[in-house]
């Protein structure tokens, strides 16, 4: 009696297109596991004492970690800024470092991934202070298991 319309049929044959697109687009690309996790920060306008740090801890890591995983974006002065995945490349994910309006800090971080391996870096330029900011994370897996 009643005849269907068949634009109903191509939005959900959209919908379904869409949410495959975004299932493959959030691919686990790392192993969820134990990490050994080494983070080297270099601040070329401090004083040479002041320049380097590194730091060494294990720890669970799993992909949702990356965005967080740069120590430096818990300072005050990054206050109201994270990082935003802007595009996947082959074996990396690119960041952009999103800040609250008003800000002129900019950044990006990257990503390398391999299968045991991870390696990002983070370049940050504070605004106003023109003041610049790498902070390099490397993880080697350990255990597939988190404890």
């Known amino acids: 009696m009643f005849r269907r319309d068949r634009r109903p049929t191509a ?13 493959v687009w959030a ?10 996790v080494t983070v080297q920060t270099s601040m070329p306008n401090l004083e040479e004492n002041l320049r ?22 818990d300072h ?3 206050a109201g ?5 802007r595009e ?4 990396a994910l690119v960041y952009a470092l999103v800040c609250e309006s008003g800000q002129d800090t900019t950044g990006e971080a990257v990503w390398r991934l391999a299968p045991s391996q991870l390696r990002g870096t983070l370049r940050v330029r504070l605004g106003g202070k023109n003041t610049t900011v790498h902070q390099r994370v490397t993880a080697r ?3 597939s298991s988190c404890r």
């Open 11 to 23: 939005v959900a044959l959209l919908v379904v297109t869409l949410a495959a697109y975004s299932l």
């Open 27 to 36: 691919e686990e690309l790392i192993q969820r596991g134990t990490y050994e």
């Open 52 to 73: 380097y740090t590194t730091t060494r801890e294990t720890r669970c890591f799993a992909q949702q970690d990356l965005p967080q995983a740069f120590p430096i974006l």
């Open 76 to 78: 005050p002065a990054l």
């Open 81 to 85: 800024c994270e990082l935003a995945l």
């Open 88 to 91: 996947r490349e082959q074996g």
């Open 141 to 143: 897996l350990v255990n």
